[in-house]
């Protein structure tokens, strides 16, 4: 009773699972659990620093678990899933972030290839302080 | 005070979005090369031997400027997640009621994660 006079008009039922009916439902999931990817992300690099922060035997006990079978196919699901997150967010970021030349404003395509851009140059700089720096 | 029986407007709805669109931000450009090194590279002999060595990684991860990107690449994308989780559970999932309990569930367990984070990085 109070939801129908909270939501006045029709409201058709919608099933549970409306969001595996079409493509462009589907890719809107993906997008949201990408999310999960990203939480488990942030849990393996924090227990990375927790190990660092143990000490050596705690470090490299973890840095034996990354070379696990198990830890390399959960990061494969990460970065497959990371990948579509950047994937899909720069190309919104054409749409999101309005550029403006003057009186014009820049095309969506050349914002979104200065975010790709960007991706790549910070990609390169982080793999070199972590790597060799 | 004003308007105790209308729905309230939601006052952190914005600082909720800002933080979504910031972590996601953080989380598009610097995840996968993280993820790469990490969890790839690494288990497949890429990297040079000394690279992940404990007393290089201590060396990089004691640095104050290491620390804070870690805080950021830490904190933002948890608050990424709690706010795309927040929709999965009401679209994905079909709770449609206890919007409050959903939120504070969602942006409770970013705030947790960013006070481990900054226990951990402190130790360091």
């Known amino acids: 009773m109070r939801e129908e006079l ?7 039922p919608m099933p549970r699972t409306w969001w595996l009916r079409t493509g462009p439902y589907r890719r809107f999931a993906a997008r949201e659990f990408t999310s999960l990817f990203v939480l488990a992300f942030t ?5 990375f ?26 990061f494969a699901a990460i970065l497959a899933a990371g ?10 970021s054409g749409h999101v972030q309005v550029v403006r030349l003057g009186h014009r ?10 975010m790709v851009a ?16 | 005070m004003a308007g105790a029986s209308k729905p309230r407007p939601a006052r952190g709805e914005p600082l909720a979005w800002a933080l979504f669109a910031a972590g996601g931000t953080v989380a598009a450009l610097l995840l996968p090369v993280h993820a790469a090194i990490l969890g ?12 992940l060595s404990y007393e290089r990684i201590l060396d990089l991860v004691g640095h104050p400027i290491v620390k804070a990107y870690l805080g950021v690449l ?13 929709f999965i559970l009401h679209h994905q999932f079909g709770i449609h009621g206890a919007r409050g309990v959903v939120a504070g569930l969602c942006y409770g367990i970013a705030l947790a994660g960013t006070a481990i984070a900054i226990f951990i990085l402190v130790r360091i």
């Open chain 1, 105 to 114: 404003t820049a095309p969506r395509d050349a914002v979104t290839a200065a």
């Open chain 2, 74 to 86: 830490l904190v933002l994308p948890l608050f990424h997640w709690g706010h795309r989780f927040r």
């Open chain 1, 83 to 92: 990948l579509y997150h950047t994937i899909t967010w720069l190309r919104l």
């Open chain 1, 49 to 74: 620093l927790l190990a660092l922060s143990r000490g050596r035997d705690a470090y490299e006990s973890f840095l034996g678990w990354l070379d696990s079978a198990g830890a390399m196919a959960l």
């Open chain 2, 40 to 51: 790839i590279a690494y288990a497949a002999g890429w990297l040079p031997s000394d690279a």
């Open chain 1, 6 to 12: 909270r939501r006045p008009g029709y409201l058709p």
């Open chain 1, 118 to 133: 960007v991706w790549l140059v910070v990609s390169g700089a982080v793999a070199y302080v972590h790597i060799w720096a």
């Open chain 1, 43 to 47: 849990i393996v690099l924090l227990l």
